[in-house]
């Protein structure tokens, strides 16, 4: 997988449901309509093709139980995943707690994160980046991107 793109907007309707965009679909493999969907870093969600989530939780398996940081980890990273299936309609459901936890309005963000998608509230995403000047984003930039392709 070389990754997933872009930034589409949805709105979750009265029963909690968004219709996933044609743009982030035609990015999934082919017939590809279950995903979990978890908690973000953020006050945000993120959804997971099963594939993508399936890597993840083989490297958190390898992880030490014995570690009360581990335990911790699985505990706020795991806790809340849910798997959600595609309708016949390309609906997603949001489970209420979920929506709860990164206080979702009627309109959302969905952001693309490589191997997942970042679901925001439409508002708390615009101002992410109201907030980041352009300066602050090259010195982030220039300290996480450092060494990156360089030989050795």
């Known amino acids: ?10 709105t979750i309707d009265a029963k909690g449901r968004f219709l996933l965009p ?8 082919e017939g590809e309509n279950r ?8 006050k945000c969600l993120t959804l997971y ?3 993508s989530w399936e890597l993840i939780i083989a490297k958190i ?12 980890f699985r505990r706020q990273f795991l806790g809340g995943a849910t798997e959600v299936e595609l ?9 209420p707690s979920l929506k709860e936890y990164a206080t979702l309005g ?12 970042e679901i925001w509230d439409a508002g708390k995403y615009k101002q992410l980046f109201e907030d980041f000047s352009p300066e602050v984003f090259s010195d982030l930039a220039k300290e996480v991107m450092t060494g990156i392709g360089k030989k050795e």
């Open 106 to 117: 009627k309109d959302i963000v969905l952001a693309a994160a490589l191997d997942r998608f």
């Open 35 to 42: 995903f979990i969907l978890s908690r973000g870093f953020e």
């Open 22 to 29: 044609g743009g982030l679909k035609k990015q999934l493999p």
């Open 87 to 95: 309708d016949s309609a390309s609906r997603v459901l949001l489970p």
């Open 49 to 51: 093709p099963i594939k």
């Open 61 to 72: 398996s390898l992880l030490n139980d014995f570690d009360p940081k581990v335990r911790q």
């Open 1 to 10: 997988m070389n990754g997933f793109h872009g930034e589409y907007e949805a």
